[in-house]
């Protein structure tokens, strides 16, 4: 663990939050190296939003630090993007597609052409390339959610978050939108840390699984994915290693559920 935590590029470590008396999250330390891509999953309600929103900056833990390339996270930090479950309200549905990918870049100092080549190269990406002038609403949800995806990639963070960005649109879609992540990350070398509470995505995306205790959470388990990189809906989910590690997950996921939690120390 030491030698990871020296590594790391995003460090969230004993990290707590409190609602009020609910304890959400009770002791969670998690620590992604660069280029990595972590999923974390866990029962429903256990903490997994407000975990990512924490390492975010958009919401102050109770306790425990998050670090970014060694800076603490006290706010959104410029070099990292957010992609949420809600495509239809995170896209301004005025803009073009292309305007919707422009708006972060903005931000940026950037002349026009370096901006009109990061918007081309990410739109194309998610295979959109033809779609720019188009409105958010004139497209399907599933390539809304490639938008929001391109307007994250278009930045150039060097960590992407995604809360469950894919739990709103169909199997078929879901399934893409799984190979374009891997593609993704492959591509542009991002690191990436993925909430779903979909087992199978879980195991079909990461490297590592990181399971989630019900609240108070904690980690219930981090799981090393040990299938080959090149993954592929049909081969892959038919690999009986697959297999073996979605039922693990699925009984850790259903311990954690059945587990009384344990009294507070502090
Ligand atoms: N603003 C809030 N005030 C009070 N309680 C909250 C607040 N936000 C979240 N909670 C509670 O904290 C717990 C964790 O919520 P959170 O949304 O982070 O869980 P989750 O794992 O993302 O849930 P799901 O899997 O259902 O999306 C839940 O019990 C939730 O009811």
């Not at 870049?105 to 295979?127: H, P, Q, T, W, Y």
């Not at 019900?214 to 989910?237: I, M």
């Amino acid at each position: 663990m030491a030698a990871q935590t020296e590594t790391a590029l995003l460090e969230i470590t004993g990290l707590r939050k409190s609602y009020g008396d609910f304890e959400a999250i009770r002791d969670v330390s998690v620590a992604l190296a660069a280029g990595e891509l972590v999923c974390l999953v866990g029962p429903s309600g256990c903490g997994k939003t407000t975990l990512l929103k924490c390492a975010a900056g958009l919401m102050r833990p109770s306790g425990g630090t998050v670090t970014l390339s060694g800076t603490p996270v006290t706010a959104p930090p410029a070099d990292l993007a957010v992609v949420f479950q809600e495509y239809g309200r995170s896209l301004f549905p005025w803009l073009t597609v292309r305007r919707n990918v422009e708006l972060p870049l903005k931000e940026k100092k950037l002349g026009r052409a370096e901006r009109n080549r990061l918007i081309d190269e990410a739109l194309s990406a998610v295979g959109l390339a033809d779609r720019g002038d188009a409105y958010p609403w004139q497209l399907s949800g599933g390539m809304q959610q490639r938008v929001a995806i391109a307007r994250a990639v278009a930045y150039q963070p060097s960590v992407m978050l995604m809360d469950e960005p894919f739990a709103a649109v169909d199997a078929q879609t879901r399934a893409d939108l799984e190979d374009l992540i891997r593609s993704i990350w492959q591509k542009f070398g991002v690191t990436i840390l993925f909430v779903t509470h979909d087992i199978d995505e879980a195991v079909y995306l990461g490297e590592r699984v990181i399971v989630l205790s019900s609240a108070p959470t904690v980690v219930q388990e981090t799981l090393s994915v040990d299938l080959p990189a090149a993954r592929d809906q049909l081969t892959t989910r038919a690999d009986p290693r697959f297999t073996e590690l979605r039922a693990h997950v699925y009984a850790e996921i259903q311990a954690a559920k059945k587990r009384a939690p344990a009294p507070a120390t502090d």
